[in-house]
């Protein structure tokens, strides 16, 4: 376990995941054991959404990748590279057609590995600042791989009546987000929201293009960054959604900053 600490904030990172980030002794992510997830934190790569409809084939310009839903980095370890008193930077690493083995299956897909035909780097940094909690993700690949990247984090939600609040003071209920189900709630060119707590907390994001929000239940949202929404798709056509990689790595931040940060900050 990993711990950062700055202040009155502190951050403490399992393998990679953010399992704690607390400021002034409050809590602001969900729980693992909680109703909801069994997660706290995951990305999205090299791609986003459900693939089985298309036989869990995506198509990418060096023929088909075998994926399942939202991609295969979340099955690759992460490496500790370097840590501080108030950073941390993990990586993952992936040798191009290397079979991985598909932690769905057989419960809850019908395939045993995948793999992707590139080779990539995924940096992930986690930076405390007086200002909140900063997380950069780096991409790094031979030029013109196509990719789709989505972060998601779980936040606490207190009851039925928290809610997000977005754009020119549009506000959507935990219950609308809900009813949406596993397609998610998107947020259309939004790279900016707030949960709104006793204790809020704003999420801003740099490089994605909007956010789509998910939960099963009233104590825990999911406010995910990404690059596409892929139920905008067929899953056979999940292709057309891909972002591509220019000539130097691509990099996506996520600003995550508490109400509640002590006032000299």
């Not at 083995?101 to 793999?115: A, F, G, Q, R």
Request: charged content about 20%; glycine content about 6%.
């Amino acid at each position: 376990m990993i711990t950062l600490k700055l202040a009155n904030q502190t951050v403490k990172i399992d393998k990679g995941e953010l399992v704690n980030y607390i400021v002034n002794d409050v809590e602001f992510i969900h729980q693992k054991g909680d109703p909801g997830w069994r997660n706290t934190d995951t990305e999205m790569f090299p791609i986003i959404g459900p693939t089985a409809e298309a036989n869990f084939k995506v198509q990418t310009p060096k023929g088909d990748a075998v994926q399942d839903q939202h991609g295969l980095l979340r099955e690759l370890a992460y490496t500790l590279v370097e840590n501080s008193t108030n950073t941390a930077i993990f990586k993952k690493e992936y040798k191009a057609n290397t079979k991985v083995t598909n932690s769905k299956y057989p419960n809850k897909s019908t395939v045993s590995e995948l793999y992707w035909p590139y080779d990539f780097q995924f940096e992930k940094k986690y930076q405390l600042t007086n200002t909140g909690l900063k997380i950069t993700f780096t991409i790094t690949a031979e030029e013109g791989m196509p990719y789709m990247l989505g972060y998601h984090p779980a936040f606490k939600t207190e009851s039925i009546t928290t809610q997000i609040s977005y754009g020119e003071n549009i506000k959507t209920s935990v219950q609308d987000i809900k009813a949406a189900g596993s397609v998610a709630y998107p947020l259309r060119d939004v790279t900016k929201a707030e949960l709104q707590n006793t204790n809020t907390i704003t999420i801003k994001t740099q490089g994605f293009k909007e956010l789509m929000l998910w939960t099963e239940v009233d104590t825990m949202l999911c406010i995910e960054p990404i690059t596409f929404y892929p139920y905008d798709v067929a899953q056979n056509k999940l292709f057309k959604g891909f972002s591509h990689l220019g000539n130097l790595p691509a990099e996506y931040k996520v600003f995550l900053t508490p109400s509640n940060l002590s006032p000299f900050f």
